[in-house]
């Protein structure tokens, strides 16, 4: 008797497997399994309160993103006539100063880690281009507020700006050109740099520790395949 | 009127002058270091502090 | 196909084959969220942000006509900070700054052009001359005197100026040779104090407008807005892009980037081309971040300084039993 295995789903016909579709299917299927995207279990040796600050991050950039909405549903003058207005900055302004709390601490405890280790470089430079473009999208930011700060701040930034020639095209003093920064193309810079920080997490997993030998030195005796 | 806008909703006023301290060619806000000495003690608390889950039952 | 190479704890580390503990992503992702939001809710309650009003042309004008009058005139005689600036607002030989021999603010030229002779002073006079004969009068005779008379005219004025004053709607200045120069100052300060000047000056706008560049150049070039800044700490020599109006908490982040203009040679010898020299460090220093996977010496210090043996303490003993 013989039994034929259950044709995987996932798997495209041989006829089609030449296709655009069927291959991206076949190589994100392959990176991105279910179980690895969602996953329901963690390495036993997570059992510190550092790996709370991604989680802290992401929620407080979902809060920044969101009251940033709320302020575009007003325009960008409405918070300098209404206490709402005003309250909803706040809530704007505190989220920013929370991202940035939780990010960097973040950034520390993943350099104590080393996290880069084990093929995991592009997990460390997308967060760390994140956090650049983070410092970007914040100073757009600043110099929209319509208000005293954003005259002193995008009339000094200038200088260091315009010193490197890219003030000859990103012009800090064009509130329009500085506000569509803000609110259209930084956000969606970060986004997707975000995405792509955390599916990189998701595929290759939480770096394991450091492995000691028996005498508690980090251990170099290691065969490992590339 | 600024002020008073800046206030509503604040229950603690922050529109007053700055605290700022010096030290040597360090000039630095009594609000920028209260951020970044929390910031240091939250980390150091965080890699000391163990969170605990659920252990597995098989 | 696969290749073997030597183990390097600092950029390898073997897959775990450890234990798994059961974990609930979406709830802790849900709860963290809480938490910030509850935070973020707290924090805006209990301080607020701060919100202080924008300088005007007119608020300055008002507070200080004679510092806009000396503004307006180095504006006129093309010797203010923003007629000597060079690129992007002007062609001002000399003016860029460099990286040794290398100016990359001359590379990329003149593309926000801005000549304060005709934005800042005689554009917006023509506009409101109309209303006014004297005015018309002194514009035609500025126009169709020389260069030389013109210069003479601006110097006198710009010695004077100083020791002007505001009174009863005209800018008196001691008595000298100023052909009609000091009656186009005294015309444009009566604009700037109406608001007229803040709304002519709007760049690219015929009606709506979104682009403040001449505007906030004249106003930078004055000292109100500087006087202002100062007082709150924002000034670029006390570390103020770190900093918030009032006792805001600012930009801690921007730490490195201004602790280098308050430094050796960055305020000494460097200065002149502090700007791109420090954008140019910290453009270094931040891709030395984004590698640091791939720098030996700084991707060893995790291991050395052993602050993992602390994050990880209970896997160690755990292995150790």
């Known amino acids: 008797m013989t039994t034929t295995t259950p044709r995987d789903p996932a798997a495209p016909l041989p006829e089609d497997a030449d296709q655009w579709t069927a291959k991206a299917r076949g190589a994100l299927l392959e990176r991105l399994p279910a179980e690895k995207l969602l996953p ?39 918070w300098h006539v209404s206490s709402t207005g005003l309250f909803v900055n706040s809530l704007h302004l505190w989220s920013v100063e929370a991202m940035f709390f939780f990010m960097v601490i973040h950034l520390w405890g993943k350099f104590f880690m080393a996290a880069w280790r084990g093929n995991r470089q592009l997990t460390w430079m997308t967060g760390a281009v994140t956090f650049a473009t983070s410092i970007g999208a914040a100073f757009t930011g600043y110099v929209s507020q319509t208000n005293f700060d954003s005259q002193w701040i995008s009339t000094q930034a200038k200088d260091g700006i315009n010193s490197t020639g890219i003030g000859a095209f990103f012009n800090v003093l064009n509130f329009g050109q500085m506000l569509m920064w803000h609110i259209v193309l930084l956000p969606l810079v970060v986004g997707l740099l975000t995405g792509l920080h955390l599916l990189m997490v998701r595929r290759r997993g939480i770096v394991p520790p450091f492995a000691l030998d028996a005498n508690g030195k980090v251990s170099r005796d290691v065969e490992v395949e590339q | 009127m600024t002020a008073v806008m800046a206030l509503v909703g604040a229950l603690i006023n922050l529109g007053g002058p700055g605290h700022y301290l010096h030290w040597g060619f360090l000039q630095i806000s009594l609000a920028n270091v209260i951020v970044i000495i929390v910031m240091v003690l939250t980390f150091v608390a965080a890699v000391f502090i163990p969170v605990h889950r659920r252990k597995d039952r098989s | 196909m696969s290749r073997v190479r030597r183990f390097n704890p600092d950029r390898d580390v073997s897959p775990w084959k450890g234990p798994l503990r059961p974990y609930d992503l979406l709830k802790e992702v849900t709860v963290a969220f809480r938490v910030v939001a509850v935070l973020v809710v707290g924090l805006a309650v209990l301080f607020g942000s701060p919100d202080e009003k924008a300088v005007t042309i007119k608020s300055w004008s008002s507070a200080n006509a004679v510092d806009f009058a000396t503004t307006a005139i180095t504006e006129l005689d093309g010797t203010s900070a923003t007629a000597t600036y060079g690129p992007p607002y002007n062609a001002t030989p000399d003016a860029s700054q460099k990286i040794g021999p290398i100016s990359l603010q001359k590379i990329a030229g003149v593309h926000q052009p801005v000549n304060t002779t005709q934005d800042f002073v005689l554009g ?26 013109k210069a003479d005219w601006e110097a006198a004025y710009e010695t004077s100026v100083a020791k002007a004053e505001w009174m009863n709607g005209v800018l008196v200045v001691p008595p000298g040779a100023y052909g009609p120069v000091a009656t186009m100052i005294s015309s444009l300060t009566s604009m700037a104090q109406s608001g007229a000047l803040d709304t002519s000056m709007v760049d690219q706008a015929h009606f709506y407008g979104t682009n403040y560049t001449k505007s906030l150049l004249f106003v930078a070039d004055g000292t109100y807005l500087e006087g202002l800044a100062t007082s709150q700490h924002l000034g670029g020599d006390q570390w103020g892009m770190m900093n918030e109006t009032g006792s805001f908490p600012g930009q801690a982040w921007l730490w490195a980037y201004t602790m280098w203009y308050q430094v050796w040679p960055f305020n000494g010898p460097w200065s002149a081309n502090a700007d791109v020299l420090v954008w140019a460090l910290m453009m270094v220093l931040t891709l030395a971040l984004i590698f640091v996977p791939y720098l030996p ?15 990880w303490r209970e896997h160690y003993r755990s292995s150790k039993v």
Do not use: C, H
């Open chain 3, 297 to 311: 010496g700084l991707r060893s210090i995790p291991r050395w300084t052993r602050v993992y043996r602390i994050i």
């Open chain 1, 40 to 78: 329901d279990r963690q390495p036993a040796y997570l059992s510190s309160a550092i790996y709370l600050f991604g989680a802290l991050t992401l929620a407080a950039l979902v809060i920044v993103m969101a009251t940033g909405g709320v302020l575009a549903l007003e325009g960008p003058t409405w």
């Open chain 3, 124 to 149: 917006p006079l023509t506009t409101i001359a109309p209303q006014n004969p004297t005015l018309t009068g002194a514009l035609a005779t500025f126009r169709s005197a020389d260069d030389k008379q």
